[in-house]
């Protein structure tokens, strides 16, 4: 099937950027669509990573007006899912598009998605008016899809077909086989909030994660601006000069694994899609290896990590700073773009790490030149279905090996005295 149609057929991902004497510069249109089909027949995986990027800065598109909806407005938009964590249209609306959009181009006979929701609360009777609202999201989504480079459905999809799309995402993934892995909205208190969030989306090859690619439509350019609520952010982003970078927010981050690179575009948005959308940078992590120096990251709900024990291994190692606190994976996206140099997350006990949470984020990391292990040092398993089955304590993502050994010694060292 021919991706490179439509009005963004030649301005996506990462052949279309190249580094001349530390400088980064566009590559004309012609060039690169020469070099991206030179890729797609020599690349493994540069089709699917072609595919994902563009679906990925599609729902972000998506996830950015429900937000804006669900601020401005009500919050009738969001309703419980079984385990009482809140939901949005975006949760729904976000698989089926993607799971419509990759059956579509590589035929649902060959697409495996493994991926967070199910319709069991969207299907109940009083959830006739967010099935709805879900269903219009989807297909107002699906019509932008030529903007992206995608086909859009020849007609707008039905109730069924959206609720089949979303379905069909059940598989279990497990050690063979490819199987898509999708967290539609990574950190939807952030979400629903109005802070930061994710869209990841992974492609899992026999148990070893082959591609990432997270969209963090909330993510500043300006690192210090993450430690302010997304709220006040928003107010100075409308104050600012249309013209000026300061302010700049969202971007979509992917790589591939054995590539040794790891990129960066900003979103694709309506008032500049003729503009500088097409624009990617790679990305490398921190070169700071002194713990006096560097900055941790980790989640900001305390039911989801140990706060008080990530702040004792910090005085041990000699952090300084103080931790940066952020929903959803956007922790690993500020590793891998250097802003931050450690991520460390220790579950209470009894909680179970899901693998869309953390698989495009690791493939991104390590490509960027980081490390991610479990705290005993081993690499991640995804190869054991929906679970990280086996992991040792927790999770630390480094920027490099000298702080990864050392925030290891200091967990071997507190470990006994951590009650979790």
């Not at 699917?48 to 919050?75: G, H, P, W, Y």
């Not at 959308?277 to 713990?291: H, Y």
Request: with cysteine.
């Amino acid at each position: 099937m021919q991706l490179l149609c439509g009005s963004r057929a030649t301005r996506l991902p990462d052949c279309f950027i190249k580094k001349e004497n530390s400088a980064f510069h566009q590559i004309p249109a012609m060039e690169m669509e020469r070099a991206w089909f030179r890729s797609s027949e020599s690349d493994r995986n540069s089709k699917e990573l072609d595919v994902a990027v563009r679906v990925v800065q599609m729902v972000c598109s998506l996830c950015e007006k429900v937000q804006d909806n669900l601020i401005t407005k009500s919050n009738e938009q969001v309703k419980s899912k079984d385990d009482n964590s809140p939901v949005t249209i975006a949760d729904w609306s976000v698989q089926a598009t993607v799971s419509w959009m990759l059956s579509e181009n590589f035929g649902s006979e060959n697409v495996s998605i493994v991926a967070e929701e199910d319709i069991q609360t969207l299907t109940k009777p009083d959830s006739v008016g967010i099935l709805e609202a879900v269903v219009k999201t989807v297909n107002q989504c699906l019509i932008e899809a030529p903007d992206f480079g995608l086909t859009s459905p020849v007609r707008p999809l039905g109730t069924t077909e959206v609720l089949e799309a979303i379905s069909r995402c059940n598989s279990t993934g497990g050690p063979s086989g490819r199987h898509w892995v999708l967290d539609p909205v990574d950190g939807t208190l952030g979400f629903v909030r109005g802070d930061q969030y994710a869209i990841a989306l992974a492609l899992i090859e026999d148990g070893v994660v082959a591609l990432g690619v997270l969209g963090c439509p909330n993510y500043p350019m300006n690192k210090e601006w993450l430690n302010y609520h997304h709220r006040y952010y928003r107010i100075m982003s409308k104050l600012s000069s249309p013209t000026s970078g300061s302010w700049d927010k969202g971007c979509v981050m992917y790589a591939r694994k054995g590539s040794g690179k790891a990129w960066m575009q900003p979103l694709v948005r309506e008032n500049n899609r003729l503009g500088l959308s097409n624009l990617a940078r790679a990305v490398q992590v921190s070169f700071i290896d002194d713990p006096a120096l560097a900055t941790f990251c980790e989640p900001v709900e305390k039911s989801n990590s140990s706060h008080s024990f990530t702040a004792g291994l910090a005085h041990s190692v000699g952090l300084r700073n103080q931790p940066l606190r952020v929903y959803s994976m956007v922790k690993y996206a500020a590793i891998a773009r250097g802003d931050a140099e450690i991520f460390m997350k220790f579950a209470k006990a009894g909680y179970k790490e899901k693998i869309w949470d953390h698989a495009a984020g690791v493939v991104i990391i390590q490509e960027a030149g980081g490390v991610v292990t479990d705290a005993g040092g081993r690499p991640l398993d995804f190869s054991q279905g929906i679970y990280l089955e086996g992991l040792d304590r927790g999770i630390i993502a480094c920027s490099g090996v000298k702080l990864h050994q050392k925030i290891i010694r200091a967990v071997d060292a507190s470990w006994d005295s951590s009650n979790l």
